[in-house]
């Protein structure tokens, strides 16, 4: 079962009290912007087999969202953050570098 910290309460929460909420750190386009660019937008993820960056909800609890870093091959997560953020902490970023030698952030992207 996945176990993941809610940066909000403060609280250690499982799977079956949040809700997934897909692939984080997506630049958003809208209608206005060209055919191709938005249906990528609205269709389009990343389905990596390994470092994956995701918004989940703190659906039974605080209700606020936030986003995980995990590796989808071995459930192992890296560190939770608040949804506000651009990037990945540091310390995050951290974490992943050193179980996965060579990872970078952005090249995933």
Aim: charged share 25%; with cysteine; glycine share 10%.
């Amino acid at each position: 079962m996945l176990i993941l910290h809610c940066p909000h309460c403060d609280r250690m929460v499982d799977e079956t009290d949040l809700h997934a909420g897909g692939e984080a750190h997506l630049k958003r386009y809208g209608p206005g912007s060209e055919a191709e660019v938005f249906e990528n937008y609205l269709f389009m993820r990343a389905n990596p087999k390994g470092v994956h960056f995701e918004r989940w909800r703190h659906v039974y609890g605080c209700g606020k969202w936030f986003l995980a870093a995990r590796n989808t091959a071995t459930l192992e997560v890296y560190g939770t953050y608040a949804a506000q953020t651009t990037e990945p902490p540091q310390a995050i970023r951290d974490a992943i570098s050193e179980k996965q030698p060579g990872w970078r952030w952005g090249t995933f992207q």
